[in-house]
């Protein structure tokens, strides 16, 4: 089967990487790539422009505004996007994006996070008083995509307790990263966007404090709409190309994840492909992905997770035995096996057209 796809991404998170490593796995795919919010850096733009074409939209992230009317030229921008390159099929990395979404073809909507099940997972409750559109809107986009994919079954039955019933395609996510050894070095690191506070990054660092090796913190420091996250006892790495944090993350002995709100944790499959040991909060999404791959500590306890590396940096034999369960359950999580399960979707959702056309 052979597909011309148009695919929504943003250049301030992770649903680049997932975006990239996608398109690279699909085979007889040709992908449109349409972009939103803060632009690419020079970097990310070459790496996209380097599987297909790249658009990009000066139009918002719908977590980064404040009310829905500003998110008005996002469906007419995606609309004219599949007409211009003449796509068999929309996959959006937003479902908002499919509010009010007038297209012929096909619409594939996934769900990578949403402020609505974040506050779910972080807060506890729901929504700000305020913000109550922010619900509707993913609502309205997850009703009118012809099929919604979650990347974990935890992520999807989140999705049911926030938004009600809601049939959902679970496709795990998948890393590139190749199968290596750590340098296993007496150190510590974790990435995240950190200025989420749903990446938990301040029990890590009061841990840190109470830690037999130093930590390094890799990922962004300064969210785009004025958050800020400053450690006191980690190191900040801060935002590096993709490569090069990979790197780092290949040298450490440890690596650890604190976040509260995981749909699934692309980093931590990367540390995994390295053999890396892990340390891991116990969320649901955490528990599904890599249980017995990993020590777990209680998300919002600095002490237990403290105790757990230090446990881990004691002891090289089971950091070994460790990493190398954590490197045989990254097997899971294949670029081939992604691959294929979103091509079946697309030759599902696309079935129709085709049989129309040789008629």
Request: charged letters at 20%; a neutral charge; glycine letters at 8%.
């Amino acid at each position: 089967m052979s597909v011309r796809l148009l695919m929504t991404l943003d250049a301030a998170g992770g649903v680049w990487r997932y975006a990239m490593d996608l398109a690279r796995a699909l085979k007889g795919a040709e992908v449109v790539f349409l972009g939103f919010g803060p632009p690419p850096s020079p970097d990310q733009r070459a790496e996209a422009e380097a599987l297909g074409c790249l658009d990009w939209a000066d139009l918002p992230l719908d977590w980064t505004v404040t009310d829905a009317a500003a998110l008005k030229g996002v469906p007419v921008a995606i609309e004219r996007a599949a007409t211009r390159h003449r796509v068999d099929l929309i996959h959006l990395n937003l479902p908002t994006h499919a509010a009010g979404l007038r297209v012929e073809v096909p619409v594939v909507a996934v769900s990578h996070s949403c402020v609505s099940t974040w506050f779910r997972a972080v807060r506890g409750g729901g929504l700000p008083e305020g913000w109550e559109w922010q619900r509707d809107l993913n609502l309205a986009g997850l009703r009118r995509a012809d099929a919604v994919v979650a990347p974990s079954a935890s992520h999807a039955r989140l999705l049911r307790q926030v938004y009600g019933p809601l049939d959902v395609v679970v496709v795990p996510n998948a890393t590139l990263a190749p199968a290596t050894q750590t340098a296993d070095r007496p150190t510590v690191v974790a990435s995240g966007r950190w200025w989420d506070d749903g990446k938990n990054g301040a029990t890590l660092d009061r841990a840190a404090a109470r830690m037999v090796w130093p930590v390094t913190l890799l990922g962004p420091l300064d969210g785009p709409t004025g958050q800020r996250f400053t450690p006191i006892h980690a190191t900040a790495a801060g935002h590096l190309p993709h490569a090069q944090a990979l790197g780092l993350m290949r040298d450490a002995g440890i690596f650890v994840s604190p976040s509260l709100y995981e749909p699934f944790g692309l980093a931590v499959a990367e540390a995994a492909r390295a053999a890396i040991p892990l340390v891991l909060a116990d969320i649901p999404t955490f528990r599904e992905l890599w249980d017995g791959a990993a020590l777990f500590f209680p998300p919002a306890d600095d002490t237990a997770l403290a105790q757990a590396v230090n446990r881990l940096a004691a002891d090289p034999d089971l950091r070994r035995r460790m990493g190398q369960a954590a490197r045989d359950q990254s097997h899971r999580f294949a670029p081939a096996a992604q691959a294929g399960a979103m091509m079946t979707l697309y030759a599902r959702l696309t079935e129709p057209q085709r049989q129309a056309a040789t008629r």
